[in-house]
Structures are given as structure tokens and as C-alpha cells.
């Protein structure tokens, strides 16, 4: 089974649509298992998803069932290209596995890990009320 990026936009997320946030986000959802055979091609299908704007990305991992260092790798680069454009990134959804491996790689604070795909906003909105 490979990793699948499945792309859903906020307008897509069964949210109130008044809930401040969510304007400049974009929420993407990955399924399957991301090892070295199709990690380059994520990198490039995330590349195209989240586009040039400057916006905060949600990768939402809840149906990634593996994650191999090339996919962490990968979630770096995806990382990097969304700080250079001003967004932010969080990551939800960790099954059991991979939310320990981004703990003892020290990642997890790094990806803003949080739970739920609106616990990741609520972080957003708190982070730039903050600022």
C-alpha cells in the first residue's frame, strides 16, 4: 500500500464556517504508508497542495499507518517550504508509533503536534494573538 495524499481545503472540513482561523489554512490528509518508494513523489504532491501563499498547514495523519525516516524527512522539507512562505505547520492524528518516534527524535514540538485538526487552528489563532 503507498501513501496517498488526499487534499481537502477548509471549505471541505464539516466545521462552523464562521469559526475564526480557518481563513488561511489548508488542511491535508495523508493515508496509506509513505516509505522510500513514494516519498519523493509526496514531497512533490505536497508541494503543489499547499501553493505559493503564504498560509498554515495542517497535515492530518490519522489513515498514515507507516512512516519510515524518508517520510520523516520528507514532513522536514514540507516544514522548511511552509516557514519560508510565513505559514506555520501542525501535524494531528499521530497513530501511537509514529506520535513516539517524533517524541524521541525530539521532532514533536518542532511540527506543533496536536491532537485534533481544531486543537492544531486553536494553536494557530493562539500563536498569532500572541504575537
Same mark, same amino acid.
Given at each position: !500500500?503507498? *501513501? ?10 464539516? !466545521? ?12 491535508? *490528509? ?8 513514494? *516519498? ?9 497542495? #499547499? ?20 517520510? #520523516?524527512?520528507?514532513?522536514?522539507? #514540507? ?33 506543533? #503536534? ?18
Amino acid at each position: !500500500m503507498s *501513501a496517498a495524499v488526499l487534499v481537502t481545503t477548509v471549505s471541505d472540513v464539516p !466545521m462552523e464556517k464562521t469559526t475564526p482561523g480557518w481563513e488561511n489554512v489548508s488542511l491535508l *490528509a495523508l493515508a496509506g504508508e509513505l516509505d522510500y518508494t513514494n *516519498a519523493e513523489r509526496l514531497q512533490h504532491d505536497l508541494q503543489e497542495a #499547499i501553493g505559493p501563499e503564504p498560509r498554515d498547514l495542517v497535515l492530518d495523519l490519522t489513515e498514515l499507518s507507516f512512516c519510515d525516516s524518508t517520510g #520523516i524527512q520528507v514532513f522536514l522539507a #514540507i516544514r522548511k517550504i511552509t516557514l519560508d512562505r510565513g505559514g506555520n505547520i501542525a501535524l494531528t492524528g499521530l497513530q501511537p508509533r509514529l506520535q513516539k518516534l517524533f517524541h524521541l527524535t525530539g521532532l514533536a514540538p518542532v511540527f506543533g #503536534i496536536q491532537p485534533t485538526v481544531t486543537d492544531a487552528v486553536e494553536a494557530f489563532r493562539t500563536r498569532q494573538s500572541s504575537s
